[in-house]
């Protein structure tokens, strides 16, 4: 089968999350050693992810391989199996971590809260965890490796653990991440059907009641949604976001929130079965919510990391849109189709794995040179920062959505599967889903406007502040791991058909068609998912033709208008005095948003009066949910604590008497 | 021989009894300490038995087991603590001896109540006396309840664990080996951390009356 027949693939997988572990135990025993951690560890631990991607592609076409290791409890075992959706899921893993380990080495510095060794452990124990819950087969595994993967997590959100409000991000991420793991728990639970056997294996042979898989599914989509970020439960990702370093940032946004997909896709269409229609409607609606939400909190956000935040919460949801549209034509058996909108959403988790790790070390240079993560402080850093500034380009393009690069294709793709919706037998759908489909239309422009903002603001116009004019672009270290996943976004935005293909066996498995049978086979150059008759789209000869037009412009440009490039001060309406400060800030741009989207901020504004001798404009924008769920939980619960505070006499006697009572009460019972 | 051997454990059980009895109702500290011992050794009395009349190898180990920690090392723990502690007297109970004694005696009805269902698929030689350990069990607790002193409060929680093995050894003849040695520790380090505590509690109140504990409560 591979041309390495005493290394099989998942033997390769385990032999690098091995290597993983023991590069971790080297930090611990390197803990204050910088430059040994930084330019080493790292950069090998990088090399690592380079071999689990390798091993991951050489096994996507494969046959599933399973491994049982007797590690754990007694006569329960890790049942391991790598197929061709977990294999995909590593291989995101694997190309997203080999850039961010290579920053990483060269962006943690001396003083910043926990010790680089220990930092080190935490960095690959959370590695590890990732690729041991993609490759688990058993609840048991996925469970164990779950929660090793939140425990580590969260110890890197908290690495400047000195400042309180980072330490609150971090609980609240952990508070998060362990109401989602009841749920997978519980969803588990009922997907193995009374049988005691909690292997997947057995939880694929399990034939439900539609009531019980209707259970299953909302549990899963509850528990990896509070992981993924879906609304109501996203409330962690714009707090633990800002608060982690940058690398940890890129890795949860990019890698981490796609495990909690590829935990949907492993339930609802491999563990499942067959899905409901209403299923897909449930999805989709949420889906389409959590993009819409998170664009519009995006475009109002000052805080460079909290903006990307909510764009993470954006792309969330339309992964999330684009597995509802899977699961609605899954139900009415419309095999391609439903492979067609799978595509798309796994397409866009890979597409969105590179760029916003991308996008999230890009700030990470940019707050370790100025250390401002305000964008009101930011601007003109394009002239100081070229590397950083070129890169976040291309993921600044690709986030937008904007061919040639990756998103475009991915969104592209999910736009097509909505335009087939029109074949499906249920009139009721058939009326509703494009209304989504036009919302899906309405988050990718905001989207794009969102990215206009991030690096409009940041890289574009003057330094609006004085010692922007000393920052220094990113080492070589940090550039080796951005250019890394710039060259992932424009060779996947450039060669669509070959990811198509690589997918085929997933789609394949799950819902038993592919799309390169029916479409673009045998022309490498043409994407076109369902007949070339309907739509087609070819990313290079959009390049070139692009391309073509800019040069022919900007020849004719030069050889009939003037020809030179002059630098003076530009026109100044009539207004002598000009600043840095007189640029249009983040709150300017994104004020015609604010207004459009009134009813979904919480806003509090305080405006200046015309008399005021020093003026200060201020507007903070809340998320209405946490008031209207959250905050009420906490006083729901406060209540019901208070009726339970009743029984706290303050006396021993008193709590022993309670068990006292309880035991005869209960020995009472079973006598009876 | 059946019939003497179970005639010596049900003594082994009656004496057990009269010492819970004894133990609700007696106030110094002291003399407390030394009927737990007591019942200690009634307890190692009443396993060799079994042991000997059933041939029962491990029962042997958890006798010597009880021996050693419950007749021996606790007991001179507790003589150690009160000694450093410098308490003597246990000044008054919540609810007099003789209404005590009263309730220690309903709840003798109710465990022999409860358990003579169980006893009766029981195969054991000891199966009538599951109705002693259980009452020894309500009383130690009834003890723990109605103590106002840290001290006699500890001896009720270990007395409550001597009723629990009795149960076992009476009923079953023991618990597995692993689960007796992990009993045997966790009653060894809750003494520890008990004691700890206690001098705890009389560095900060100045006494072991646990009246004073009532201030942590919220408000």
């Known amino acids: 089968m591979d041309p390495l027949p005493a290394l099989s693939a998942i033997d390769g997988v385990m032999l690098v999350v091995v290597a993983w572990f023991a590069i971790g135990l080297a930090g611990i025993a390197a803990l204050h050693d910088f430059r040994l951690v930084g330019r080493v560890f790292f950069p090998l631990s990088a090399a690592l992810s380079l071999a689990l991607a390798a091993f991951a592609l050489l096994a996507l076409p494969g046959a599933p391989q399973v491994a049982v290791l007797a590690i754990g409890l007694p006569d329960l075992p890790f049942h391991l199996r790598l197929d061709a959706l977990s294999a995909f899921f590593l291989a995101i893993l694997g190309l997203a971590s080999a850039g961010i380990s290579v920053f990483a080495g060269g962006y943690f510095r001396q003083g910043e809260g926990t010790p680089p060794g220990l930092l080190c452990l935490q960095y690959h124990l959370f590695l590890a965890s990732m690729a041991m819950v993609l490759l688990a087969d058993d609840a048991y595994a996925f469970m164990v490796t779950w929660e090793v993967m939140a425990l580590s997590s969260y110890f890197l959100v908290t690495t400047n653990h000195r400042i309180a409000e980072i330490r609150r991000a971090g609980f609240l991420y952990l508070l998060v991440a362990h109401v989602g793991a009841i749920a997978i728990l519980l969803c588990f639970g009922v997907l193995q059907a009374n049988t005691g056997d909690y292997t997947f294996a057995n939880m694929r042979a399990q034939e439900l009641s539609p009531f019980w898989a209707s259970c299953a599914f909302l549990l899963a989509l509850f528990g990896f949604g509070a992981k993924a970020g879906i609304l109501p439960l996203h409330v962690w990702l714009p707090e633990a976001h800002p608060a982690a370093p940058s690398p940890v940032s890129a890795l949860m946004s990019g890698v981490m929130l796609k495990t909690a997909i590829y935990g949907m896709v492993r339930v609802n269409f491999d563990l499942l079965g067959s899905p409901i229609w209403w299923w897909g409607v449930v999805a989709l609606a949420v889906g389409l919510a959590t993009a819409l939400f998170g664009v519009v909190f995006a475009a109002a956000q000052v805080d460079m990391k909290r903006l990307l935040a909510y764009s993470s919460i954006e792309n969330i949801g339309l992964i999330v849109v684009g597995l509802g549209l899977a699961m609605i034509f899954a139900a009415y058996r419309m095999g391609s189709l439903a492979a067609l909108a799978l595509v798309a959403s796994l397409y866009h988790c890979l597409n969105h794995a590179l760029f916003k790790s991308l996008l999230f070390l890009g700030t990470g240079s940019v707050l370790h040179a100025t250390k401002e993560r305000s964008l009101g402080k930011l601007g003109g850093l394009m002239r100081y920062m070229p590397w950083v500034a070129w890169t976040t380009l291309a993921g600044v393009i690709a986030s937008a959505g904007l061919p040639p690069s990756n998103g475009f294709v991915s969104e592209w793709l999910l736009l097509q599967g909505f335009l087939f919706t029109g074949e499906l037998p249920n009139p009721y759908l058939r009326m509703l889903v494009p209304v989504f489909a036009a919302g899906v239309v309405l988050v990718a422009a905001l989207a794009g406007y969102v990215m206009v903002k991030f690096f409009g603001v940041i890289f574009l116009g003057r330094p609006r502040e004085e010692k922007l004019a000393q920052a220094h672009d990113a080492g070589g270290l940090e550039r080796l791991g951005l250019l890394w996943l710039t060259a992932g976004c424009v060779l996947l935005g450039l060669f669509p058909v070959a990811v198509l293909e690589a997918l085929d066996p997933i789609t394949v498995a799950l819902v038993g068609r592919g799309l390169a049978a029916s479409g673009s086979a045998g022309d490498w150059l043409l994407l076109a998912p369902v007949s070339a008759a309907r739509a087609s789209y070819s990313p290079i000869l959009f390049l070139l033709v692009t391309a073509a037009i800019v040069a022919v412009a900007f020849v004719l440009v030069r050889r009939f208008y003037h020809g030179r490039v002059r630098r003076a001060a530009a026109w100044d309406c009539g207004f002598p005095m000009q600043t840095a400060r007189m640029q249009d800030t983040a709150e300017g741009f994104g004020q015609p948003i604010r207004q459009i989207f009134e009813p979904f901020y919480r806003m509090r504004r305080e405006l200046p009066t015309p008399f005021d001798e020093a003026p200060r404009y201020k507007v903070t924008v809340e998320d209405p949910l946490w008031a209207w769920v959250y905050l009420r939980i906490a006083a729901a619960t406060e209540a019901a604590s208070r009726w339970v505070g009743l029984l706290q006499r303050g006396r021993i006697s008193i709590y022993l008497l309670y068990s006292f009572l309880t035991l005869v009460a209960l020995l009472f019972l079973t006598q009876a | ?219």
């Open chain 2, 1 to 219: 021989m059946t019939s003497f051997t179970s005639q010596v454990i049900n003594l082994f059980a009656a004496v057990l009894l009269l010492i819970a009895f004894a133990m609700l109702s007696q106030r110094r500290i002291v003399t407390l300490i030394n009927l737990f011992a007591l019942q200690g050794l009634a307890l190692v009395g009443s396993t060799v038995t079994v042991a000997w009349a059933t041939g029962q190898h491990h029962l042997y180990w958890s006798a010597g087991i009880t021996f050693v920690l419950k007749v021996l090392a606790l007991p001179w723990i507790l003589h150690r603590l009160i000694r450093r502690l410098n308490v003597k007297w246990d000044i008054e109970t919540l609810i007099n001896i003789p209404t005590m004694m009263l309730v220690g005696i309903v709840l003798v009805v109710f465990a022999f109540n409860l358990a003579l269902p169980i006893a009766e698929f029981s195969d054991s030689i000891a199966r009538g006396t599951l109705g002693i350990a259980l009452a020894c069990v309500l009383m130690a607790f009834l003890m723990m309840i109605t103590r106002s002193k840290a001290v006699p409060q500890v001896i009720g929680f270990l007395a409550m664990e001597n009723g629990l093995f009795f149960a076992a050894t009476s009923a079953t003849y023991g618990m597995p080996m692993v689960v007796e040695l992990g009993i045997a520790l966790d009653v060894l380090v809750g003494m520890i951390i008990l004691g700890v505590f206690m001098f705890q509690i009389r560095e900060q109140f100045d006494s072991l009356d646990i009246h004073h504990l009532e201030k942590l409560k919220e408000d």
